[in-house]
């Protein structure tokens, strides 16, 4: 099989573009490393079977040959850098997935998109179930990512509604590991960062929003799963085990050993106040479940980021 997975060189689809090469798929990547990096991949190219394209997607992609599998993960994911880049998220979750999409249909591969918890917004509901639509505002400082993915989901039904093709959208909740960025501004790499490099944690609000939180390895299982099943609707995949962002810095604290202290900063606007994925859609279809628990998450990603840190030295942690 042939597999193209567009935000290959980020985070998440890196971790992919292995498990895929693991299964013995030839492994496209395509990104314009707008927030990922060369790094990620870098010990992939030596593998006769992946291949790399420098292209931003959402611009038409032209790729030659079969395309059996096509997932669409290219985007600026955390708040930080969606902020940064609010128009390049409105057209790589627009343009980008109506150009995958075509590609997909041309090729008349499978199609998987990765959307996200923040489809919806501040839940009213909790946990979130698949079945709630979410209460985003569009115009907020996080709506040109809310609003995007929305319309990925959008599209993707409409094309396999009106074309056929064979879609899937997972509803990713926050997932953590290897690879994220120090400077992406997301809570786990700032508390890691601050915490190794002996300084206050930088809590948010009052640090009484949860968060679940999944380790990577436990997300593209489902991911993989998802892919080859008979279903099309959206699912959640995360881990339902929440915690108060308070409670996540005082764990951080404790695994690093060290004696730092927390200081409070603005909530940002708009900011969930609480998250925690119903999995039981997963648990059903799938098969899936989790199966590593934050303490042994934690331990790895610590590992990842105290080599982070001693490479890059003091460089801050980028705050909203
Ligand atoms: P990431 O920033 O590490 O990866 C995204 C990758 O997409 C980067 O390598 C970036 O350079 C690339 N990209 C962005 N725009 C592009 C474009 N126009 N053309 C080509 N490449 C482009 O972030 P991530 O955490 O790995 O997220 C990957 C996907 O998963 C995103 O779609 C994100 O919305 C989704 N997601 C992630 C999480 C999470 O907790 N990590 C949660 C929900 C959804
Ligand atoms: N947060 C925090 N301190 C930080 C970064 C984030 O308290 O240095 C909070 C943020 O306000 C949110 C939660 O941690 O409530 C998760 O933030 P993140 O940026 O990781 O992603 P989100 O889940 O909001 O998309």
């Not at 030839?26 to 992939?44: C, K, M, Q, S």
């Not at 611009?59 to 997932?71: A, E, S």
């Not at 926050?174 to 400077?183: I, S």
């Not at 640090?207 to 699912?235: K, M, N, W």
Request: net charge negative; charged share 25%; hydrophobic share 35%.
């Amino acid at each position: 099989m042939r597999t193209l997975i567009t935000g290959g060189g980020g985070f998440i689809g890196s971790h992919l573009c292995e498990r895929f090469l693991a299964e013995g798929h030839e492994v496209v990547a395509v990104d314009n490393f707008i927030t990922g990096r060369p790094e990620n991949i870098a010990h992939l190219n030596a593998n006769s079977r992946f291949k790399f394209i420098h292209h931003d997607v959402s611009c038409p992609l032209d790729v030659d040959g079969p395309v059996d599998n096509v997932l669409h993960f290219a985007s600026p994911a955390s708040p930080v850098d969606y902020l940064n880049y609010p128009i390049q998220t409105l057209k790589v979750g627009s343009l980008g997935t109506h150009n995958t999409l075509g590609l997909a249909k041309a090729k008349n591969a499978r199609y998987l998109m990765a959307s996200t918890s923040e489809v919806y917004g501040d839940p009213e509901i909790h946990p979130q179930r698949e079945e709630y639509w979410g209460n985003v505002n569009p115009i907020g400082i996080r709506g040109c990512y809310d609003e995007a993915k929305r319309f990925s989901e959008a599209i993707v039904m409409a094309y396999h509604r009106y074309h056929g093709l064979n879609t899937h959208i997972v509803r990713i909740f926050n997932t953590y590991g290897e690879r994220m960025r120090l400077d992406d501004g997301r809570v786990l790499p700032n508390f890691m960062g601050q915490a190794i490099r002996g300084e206050p944690l930088t809590v948010y609000g009052d640090g009484s929003q949860t968060r679940s939180f999944c380790y990577v390895s436990d997300l593209v299982e489902g991911i993989y799963r998802l892919l080859f099943a008979d279903f099309h609707e959206p699912v959640n995949l995360g881990n339902p085990s929440e915690i108060t962002i308070l409670e996540f810095a005082k764990e951080i604290m404790a695994l690093t050993g060290g004696q730092v202290s927390i200081v409070y900063k603005d909530l940002p606007q708009d900011d969930p106040k609480v998250r925690q994925p119903d999995i039981s859609r997963a648990r059903q279809i799938l098969g899936w479940e989790p199966k590593v628990d934050r303490r042994e998450g934690l331990d790895r990603t610590l590992r990842y980021f105290q080599e982070q840190v001693s490479r890059q030295g003091k460089s801050p942690s980028v705050c909203l």
